[in-house]
């Protein structure tokens, strides 16, 4: 995804392109910079590599950065060193579904699902809102469409509005939302709901909800057990 969009604005607004950063050694992104003739700057892990890429940033002037499909979570002194901060891609309706799969929450919670392009600060997905797309959840619907979708939809409102953003155009940021609204998710929290114990019982839906939230192939599905033995299980919902 991040390559994906790189690649894009690289092709569209070429100008705008000062420096390129990555989280770890990629050689795609760094063969890029050298085709763009930017500099290609990799944080590798510690504070002292944030710190020194801040620096770095600041004596470059950087207006705006983009944190397109960013791994981790930015230092305060990173969203500092450019001019008005950074913009960052969440593939949800935020406030809701911050934090970790959303696309699974939109299912077993039934939170509103989207996807968002929202300011950063020091709290995750918590920044004022740039632009929002909301998508619909149907029953044929599972884990994985939904996050197809989010892929797609977030690199289609990235570049629709990119335009407004590369002008520096913030009359379109909304109020913050804060903490106490919407939903926040842990990894641990999607492994915790999606443990189905044999003698509970389930409303049809919230059951069928949980096995479709769960269905992503190459991942994962809810499991179960007896008699020593794990299982995993998935769904496939069709129109008759």
Known sequence: MGMRLMRWVAENHEADISVI??????????????????????????????????????????DIGYLLWWPKIVSSSLINATKF???????????NGRGK????????????????????????????????????VSWFDNGKTLYEKSLQELFLLFTETYGTISKLEFSQVTKNYGLVNGSYHNEINMTTASQIVLDQKYIARDLL????ARTFEGKPGCTFSENGQRYSVRIEITEV
């Open 209 to 212: 909800n949980l096995l479709r």
């Open 101 to 136: 799969n959303p696309n699974f929450w939109a299912i077993v919670s039934g939170e509103q699902f989207g996807v968002t392009i929202h300011w950063v600060d020091k709290k995750i997905d918590n920044g004022p809102v740039f632009a929002q797309k909301m998508i619909d």
């Open 21 to 62: 950063v990555s989280f770890e050694d990629q050689h795609e992104l760094e063969s890029l910079a050298k085709t763009l003739r930017v500099p290609y700057l990799c944080l590798g892990s510690g504070e002292s590599s944030e710190i020194e890429l801040s620096n770095k940033l600041r004596l470059m002037e950087i």
């Open 85 to 95: 901060g950074f913009l960052n891609l969440h593939p949800s309706f935020l406030p």
